[in-house]
């Protein structure tokens, strides 16, 4: 599919990460306004709440769009979204009537002036470990190479619950987290702020549509369920987590943030990037056979500005297609046992890295657990993020003369509190 012509001209650009084809969702403020609901165009915000813009958008009920957030707008299923997605491609295709785009103008909101917020509800959120290299990588670091993968990595996607108190919107600071922490050196744990925090190049899958308790669905019905996907940063005490996850898995280390980036990508914008995922090793169960192509080619990086540096750094670059389950998988899986999904529910893809040093989606891997630190633009070495460091999360996929861009996923690391509980 080629660029489809917009009237709002910065949309036509081949860089602009926001073109017609894609019309991402998000939940936008201006001025101290209360936040409401809007559509990426280029440039510009659409305002979907206003009055010019619902005269225009038959069968959608004013009241979807009360609450700033699309959660309402999911349930009304996949057929009102596909219906909605046409109505926006014709009143902002170039070929709108002079007297629609007067109408709709009047409602656009420069980007650059407006202030960013959650744009869902996340009800529930789930963190997959879905990438091979980083649990090739991880594995080798603390089991050795030829125990790298557990024995049921090949044969099932593997997960732990998270809190969904934890998601925030790019842009939101993170604060270094205190924990008890036991190196190896130590006799006993003690309580310290996190001296290895990292950081998790992820993608978030959200849950348009709800599954009924008890029954499981299948991977086409999984896929059918999905209404878009978000850049995920899974914010990771590596120390806290090495003293904690044994026997039940990360807690804690796990919990002090998730940023996501501020645009909804429908899947329907992501269709014409569909490929397969890789050659399994292992025959998956019936259940997890995909009826076609699940994943994405989707470019991602990840950059990283020094406090009172001028220029970020690129410290990795792989690609969403490097998974090895898809998210259509995770959610049928996720369902097997008769657990009910929810709209809102968010899932983490798990760390994308690909098979090169420079492809890691974490520091764990760049650095290979502290041995090997490695240089910024500025000279300075890294292991792991020190304090006022700024995590930047890209993605596009590069189409037939456009751009489908997520908008970027951005957190800055504060300083730890002082001792929270010193009296």
Request: hydrophobic share 35%; proline share 7%; glycine share 8%.
């Amino acid at each position: 599919m080629p660029l489809l012509k917009s009237w709002v001209e910065s949309a036509n650009s081949a860089q602009s990460p926001f073109p017609l084809n894609n019309l991402p969702y998000g939940v936008f403020s201006t001025n101290g306004q209360i936040p409401r609901c809007g559509v990426a165009i280029g440039d510009m915000i659409l305002d979907v709440t206003s009055p010019e813009f619902q005269k225009l958008a038959s069968g959608i009920s004013n009241s979807v769009f009360a609450e700033p957030t699309w959660n309402a707008f999911m349930k009304l299923g996949s057929k009102t979204w596909d219906a909605f997605r046409t109505t926006l491609q014709d009143i902002l295709g170039e070929s709108t009537s002079a007297d629609v785009q007067a109408k709709l103008a009047d409602v656009l909101v420069s980007q650059a002036s407006a202030t960013m917020h959650m744009p869902f509800d996340v009800v529930e959120y789930t963190d997959f470990y879905s990438g091979r290299h980083h649990a090739t990588n991880v594995g080798t670091m603390f089991r050795g190479a030829e125990n790298a993968l557990p024995p049921n990595w090949l044969h099932l996607p593997i997960a732990y619950n998270g809190r969904a108190s934890s998601i925030v919107v790019s842009g939101t600071e993170v604060r270094r987290p205190w924990g008890q922490l036991k190196p190896p050196t130590a006799e006993t744990p003690f309580f310290a702020p996190c001296k290895r925090f990292d950081i998790e190049l992820e993608f978030g899958t959200i849950v348009g549509q709800a599954s009924t308790m008890g029954e499981p669905v299948s991977v086409q019905e999984a896929d059918d369920m999905i209404f878009g996907y978000v850049l995920l940063n899974d914010w990771s005490a590596r120390d806290i987590q090495a003293w904690e996850y044994q026997p039940l898995g990360p807690f804690q280390a796990k919990a002090t943030a998730t940023t996501i980036s501020p645009w909804i990508v429908t899947k329907a914008a992501l269709e014409p990037f569909r490929t397969s995922t890789p050659e399994r090793e292992f025959l998956l169960l019936a259940y997890l056979e995909e009826p076609g192509p699940m994943l994405y080619d989707i470019d991602l990086e990840v950059s990283l500005l020094p406090d009172g540096g001028n220029k970020a750094s690129t410290i990795a670059q792989t690609n969403y297609n490097e998974l090895y389950y898809s998210a259509a998988q995770q959610l049928a899986h996720h369902t097997t046992s008769g657990c009910a999904m929810r709209v809102g529910d968010l899932l983490g893809s798990g760390t994308i890295s690909g098979p090169e040093k420079n492809n890691r989606g974490s520091l764990l891997e760049l650095s290979w657990g502290g041995k090997e630190p490695f240089k910024l633009e500025s000279g300075e070495e890294r292991s792991f993020i020190e304090d006022n460091d700024t995590l930047t999360l890209s993605a596009h996929c590069a189409g037939d003369g456009y751009t489908i861009g997520f908008g970027d996923c951005v957190g800055k690391v504060l300083p730890a509190l002082d001792d929270p509980y010193k009296r």
